[in-house]
């Protein structure tokens, strides 16, 4: 991580738009440090979508953003 010119750390943010996250598990088996589950949510599509499980942990490696069929992953840094 980089810190700002505030000194505050800038920290990545993974977010998944559970509207269009159709439950296929790709972004849960290539994310490296395994922060990725699905939720026991359902969204409106009947799908356990996938979410983050430790947002610090997020190297903002977009591995799970290239993954995602459905482009239902935003990556933010």
Do not use: R
């Not at 980089?2 to 750390?9: A, F, I």
């Not at 997020?58 to 993954?67: D, E, F, P, V």
Request: charged share 20%; with cysteine.
């Amino acid at each position: 991580m980089k810190s700002n010119m505030k000194g505050v750390l800038d920290m990545a943010k993974m977010t998944v738009n559970p509207f269009y996250c159709k439950g296929c598990g790709l972004c849960v088996a290539t994310c490296p440090k395994k922060i990725i589950k699905f939720s026991v949510k359902i969204n409106a599509k009947g799908y356990n979508y996938a979410e983050v499980e430790d947002q610090a942990s997020c190297i903002a490696c977009k591995l799970c953003y290239q993954t995602c069929p459905e482009v239902a992953i935003t990556i933010e840094k």
